[in-house]
């Protein structure tokens, strides 16, 4: 009989406890269902991601960029003189003179170094001469500073400087030396002191057909051995 009363107690306890033991497994089981369909999205996204760094890979891997070195621009040089071989050389551009001459294999031993600058930028076309220590020494100071090729006199400058040492300095000359020139006599070059004394000294050679006496004519016999300085 005791028995049977605890079973009944027990049916009517469990009888009590079913809807809420119902409710929680539905929870239970809803939750798992949950987290399950969550996981697959994740899942699906990081695949989707995976693939889509493996093509950007594959794209890049099959571009091929072909990077080309930059042309170095050159300028081309005369070297000559006392070099150990003179000839025209191919150097990049800014290069200086003396990677010219280490082009043209160096100096010779006789050669004037210092005369040039070696430091100098070099131009297209251009003409590197090296002169022996006994040339330079032969050059006049003025032309040693005064250079076309980094120190190198040119014919044309050394002519020039032979005829200005034979010009008549029209500002400075006195009487007997302006009487060297052609067509002026003494009462001549006697006018050109007394233009020069009473209008001061000449600013151009044209100026002197100011001076009585002297017309076209005479100046175009004047011009070429006279001077002003």
Do not use: W
């Amino acid at each position: 009989m005791k028995l049977n009363r605890k079973k009944l107690y027990f049916f009517c306890i469990m009888k009590q406890l079913f809807p809420f033991l119902v409710v929680l497994l539905l929870f239970i089981g809803c939750k798992k269902q949950e987290t399950l369909v969550i996981s697959e999205d994740d899942l699906e996204q990081t695949e989707q991601e995976l693939q889509l760094e493996n093509d950007q890979f594959l794209v890049e891997k099959e571009v091929v960029t072909e990077v080309k070195p930059l042309e170095k621009e050159l300028i081309y040089v005369h070297v000559c003189g006392y070099v150990l071989n003179p000839g025209i050389y191919a150097l990049e551009k800014d290069s200086r003179i003396y990677q010219a001459v280490e082009a043209a294999g160096g100096y010779l031993p006789q050669a004037a170094k210092d005369y040039l600058n070696q430091a100098k930028i070099l131009m297209d076309e251009e003409k590197v001469v090296v002169y022996s220590r006994k040339e330079v020494e032969g050059f006049a100071e003025e032309e040693l500073t005064e250079s076309v090729y980094y120190g190198e006199p040119t014919v044309t400058d050394l002519s020039k400087n032979d005829s200005n040492l034979n010009l008549v300095n029209i500002n400075e000359a006195d009487l007997e030396e302006l009487m060297t020139l052609p067509g002026i006599g003494e009462s001549r070059a006697q006018l050109i002191l007394e233009y020069r004394e009473n209008t001061g000294e000449f600013q151009s050679i044209e100026e002197i057909q100011q001076v009585n006496g002297i017309k076209e004519g005479l100046f175009e016999k004047l011009k070429d051995k006279i001077t002003i300085r």
